[in-house]
């Protein structure tokens, strides 16, 4: 069974440009959840979305969305990229209950120049 | 700000010794999970404690959740190099926020021969 997918591995942006990252969850899971992981501060909770709804949203400014889609995989857009956001982005998927587990995938690394 | 503090942020030992990790915080949370990470992979997740003072544990690995619910510690046993990683503790505050977790920095450990 294939686990959560991430694309893409490697991503290098400027300032100011937009990034989009796309996760595909494990087959079943309807529940997706976007963190950033990076250096030095651990994982920060950035989006959660059920069955096409965005349910919850970490501290994080607007130009960090998201979106899921009917086959449940989803994408995480930012803009206005700024240096700091430069990190590991993590996505990670369940069944609907949850029931806390969580499935993550390996990221996509986002460096911006 | 980290809710959730790791101690030690590194620790380097001989296989066959023992190490125990540490998490703690002064909010209280409804449940804790420990995860393993490591280079160039998502967190996997080892266990989920929900009742304070219950102890888990898995083959070489005990897990216990503190009494009043703010703090747990990973504990291993006669740890083996395949142990190396980062290891992250994670809450959820309540019983429906089970996929917006709170990290801890990490601790990462390296087990060498």
């Known amino acids: 069974e294939a686990g959560v997918t991430q694309s893409p591995t490697h991503l290098i942006k400027t300032r100011g440009q937009q990034a989009t990252l796309r996760c595909s969850p494990i087959s079943g899971h309807t529940s997706v959840y976007w963190y950033q992981q990076a250096l030095g501060l651990g994982l920060q909770f950035l989006l959660w979305y059920d069955e096409g709804e965005e349910r919850n949203r970490g501290n994080f400014p607007p130009r960090f969305s998201g979106r899921q889609f009917p086959n449940y995989s989803s994408e995480l857009n930012v803009n206005a990229l700024e240096l700091e956001d430069s990190a590991l982005y993590l996505c990670?998927?369940?069944?609907?209950?949850?029931?806390?587990?969580?499935?993550f995938g390996a990221g996509s690394r986002l460096t911006v120049l | 700000t980290q809710l959730l503090e790791q101690s030690p942020q590194f620790l380097s030992i001989q296989e066959g010794e023992n190490l125990t990790v540490y998490c703690n915080s002064s909010?209280?949370?409804?449940?804790l999970q420990w995860y393993r990470q490591e280079p160039g992979e998502g967190p996997v997740l080892l266990v989920t404690v929900v009742t304070g003072g219950e102890v888990k544990k898995l083959k070489r690995l005990t897990f216990q959740f503190g009494d009043a619910r703010k703090d747990s510690s990973l504990h291993i046993t006669a740890a083996q190099p395949g142990d190396t990683g980062l290891y992250l503790c994670?809450?959820?505050?309540?019983?429906?926020?089970?996929?917006?977790?709170?990290f801890g920095a990490g601790t990462q450990v390296v087990v060498t021969p």
């Open positions: 990670a998927s369940s069944f609907p209950s949850g029931a806390n587990v969580l499935t």
């Open positions: 909010s209280v949370f409804s449940s």
């Open positions: 994670a809450g959820a505050k309540t019983t429906d926020s089970w996929g917006k977790l709170q």
